[in-house]
Structures are given as C-alpha cells and as structure tokens.
C-alpha cells in the first residue's frame, strides 16, 4: 500500500507528521501506516495514534499529502443523468452516502459529480477531469461519452461503473445487477400465479436499464404466451409525484389488470397510493412488483414486494476496487461483477 505523507492541522497551525509520532512515541513511518490503516501495524498502535489524533483536533490535510504522491485523496462519484436530488433518487443517494462513508475509513474522501456547467459553460465532469481533481471516478450510470473515457485515459484517470450501468458493455470495471435477469423474474413471478394482463411503469424514458428490465420483463411474458398491449407501458419517471399522476392519467388501464411491474419503489409507493385514491385495492385487484427494497417500502400498508440486491457487497467491492485502482501504478485488466437480485415478498403480490 502507498504510504502517503500528512500535514496535521490544529487551530490554523500546520504541523507535521514528526510531531504527532512523538506524542505517540511511535517513528514517523509508523504513523504513516497508521493513518493508511496498514497492516504492518498493529491494531492497538493504529488505535493510540488515531485517538492522539482525533484528542489534539487534527485533521489530515490531502492537499499536503498530495504533494508528494500527486493525488488528491478525493474520488469523484458521477451521479446519473436524470438525477434530480437526493430525496428524488433514494438508491442512488444511499450508495452515495454509503460508499463515502466506507472511503472515509481509508481517508478517503467522495465528492458527488453532476452536469452542471461553470459560468464559462464548460460542464463541471470534464472541468474536473482535465484539472486531475479526482483520484477515480466511480459512474453511477450507464456508460460515458468518448470524449470524456478519452479525457480520462489522457489524464490517467481510473474509473469504475456501478449499479445503473449497461451489462451489454464488456471491456469497462463493472459491479453491476443484470437488469434483464430481474425483469424476467418478476414476469416469471406473475406469469406463475396465472396471471395474464398487466401494466408496466418505466422510469424515465431511453435509460438503458430500464430497457433492459423491460425486455426481461417481456421475454418471460412471451415464454408464457403473453402479450404486453403499448398502451400498458406508462412512464413515472422514478417519482413517486409522478407516478401518482401517472397512474391516476391512466387509471382505466388498470381496472382490467391484475398486476403491475414498477420499475423502482417509489414509483410503485405512488401508484399504490394513486390506486386506493380510485378505489383499487392492492393487492386484492392489482398485485404489485417494485425494484430496490428501500426503506419506505415497509413504511405503511401494504408492504411493498420488491426486488433487491446485495447492497453491502456492492459499497464493499467498490470501494475494493478504487483502491486497487488508484494503487495500480499500470491500469490493470478489466473487472465485471454480477450482483445477484431476488424478489422480497410482502403483501402487494
């Protein structure tokens, strides 16, 4: 592991590294490797110097460190294209916050990246590349421009996609769920009930995830002999206000339906709500399918079924894999990890 030099700040005054080894009576070195959390040091020792550390209120400058291992100790975390928010978007925000907070062990730390443009109207992505802001990138959509792998690939800047990602690409780092294998699940999971006439709630429109559920979702219909009519594909734009409005839009489309496939829970939160506004019960008329298993999805009745992941293993190899990254002195060889998906039943199927 890189050993990194630090500046210790207290109060405005810099000190070094030298001086925090002498209060802890430990060499320079080891403080270094305490501070990296190495594991030539001893768990006791990196205990004491962190406890030093954090009893005199010092803080680990990264600029200074930077100096001599010309990195910023700060990864740039690319947040989708349609990203409005963090209240908006709950899964992508909890792996945001999640993974921030598993770097920061490392002192490491993360910086949420979106498309804004400067006042120059350069937008911010490649502002942030070109300057070399960033140590890795991790992308939380389905892929990048040319132009921009090029930036990355002229700055040597690593990169890794996770969770909204596109499973057809194959020569990217890739931690990702198949998109197509938890569509066809929940169609399989209807079609085995018997039933045979549904709605589909998509996110926003063109996202290749999204189209990727859908043709799963539609390869299970048709291994069943079933059709899905273009009139029952609705779109919520990942919303629950939107959804809400969406299905009240269209609430004829599903007095003849027996279930639905929403795309994320809070869509499928909102058409449940849209649903019991027009005297629709769920599940007693429309069964119901969600995707990501938020917290919310067992706020009120009825429980919300969902699809879910391995959330944990996917903030666990992340940040594995930035790491290894950002420690490669060469770029090493692409990596793909499937996260495995299953369905989490509660009341709405």
């Known amino acids: 592991m890189t050993e990194y030099v630090f500046i210790l700040q207290k109060a405005g005054d810099c000190l070094t590294s030298k001086e925090l080894a002498k209060l802890a009576g430990v060499s320079q070195a080891t403080v270094s490797r305490c501070l990296n959390n190495s594991p030539l040091v001893s768990e006791e020792t990196k205990k004491l110097v962190r406890e030093l550390a954090a009893k005199h209120s010092f803080q680990l400058n990264s600029s200074a460190r930077g100096l001599k291992t010309k990195r910023t100790g700060v990864i740039g975390y690319i947040f989708s294209e349609d990203f409005t928010g963090f209240t908006n978007h709950y899964t992508q925000s909890d792996l945001y916050y999640r993974l921030r907070m598993k770097l920061m062990e490392k002192y490491i730390d993360v910086v949420p990246v979106f498309d804004d443009v400067d006042s120059h109207g350069v937008p911010n992505i490649?502002?942030?590349?070109?300057?070399?802001?960033?140590?890795?990138?991790?992308?939380?959509?389905?892929?990048?421009?040319?132009?921009?792998?090029?930036m990355l690939k002229n700055t040597k800047t690593p990169y890794l996609f996770i969770y909204?990602?596109?499973?057809?690409?194959?020569?990217?780092?890739?931690?990702?769920?198949?998109?197509?294998?938890?569509?066809?699940?929940?169609g399989k999971a209807f079609c085995e009930r018997g039933y045979t006439r549904f709605v589909e709630i998509f996110g926003t429109k063109g996202r290749i995830d999204g189209l990727h559920k859908h043709f799963g979702f539609l390869s299970a219909l048709h291994d069943y002999g079933i059709d899905l009519p273009e009139g029952h594909m609705l779109y919520g734009n990942y919303r629950f206000d939107d959804a809400l409005k969406t299905v009240s839009a269209h609430i004829d489309q599903f007095k003849d339906v027996q279930a639905c496939f929403v795309q994320n829970d809070m869509m499928a939160l909102g058409t449940i709500e849209a649903l019991r506004r027009h005297g629709i019960s769920v599940p007693e008329q429309v069964k119901i399918i969600g995707s990501d298993n938020i917290p919310m999805a067992t706020w009120f009745k009825p429980f919300l079924t969902t699809m879910t992941l391995d959330y944990e293993k996917i903030i666990s190899t992340t940040a594995e894999w930035v790491i290894d990254l950002i420690n490669s002195s060469e770029p090493p060889p692409p990596r793909r990890l499937e996260i495995e998906a299953k369905i989490i039943y509660r009341d709405t199927f």
Do not use: W
Request: glycine share 2%; aromatic share 10%; no cysteine.
């Open 126 to 150: 490649e502002k942030f590349i070109s300057t070399k802001r960033f140590d890795a990138l991790v992308i939380n959509r389905p892929n990048l421009s040319d132009e921009l792998k090029e």
């Open 164 to 186: 909204d990602t596109n499973e057809e690409v194959t020569n990217e780092f890739m931690i990702y769920p198949s998109h197509k294998k938890m569509g066809y699940m929940v």
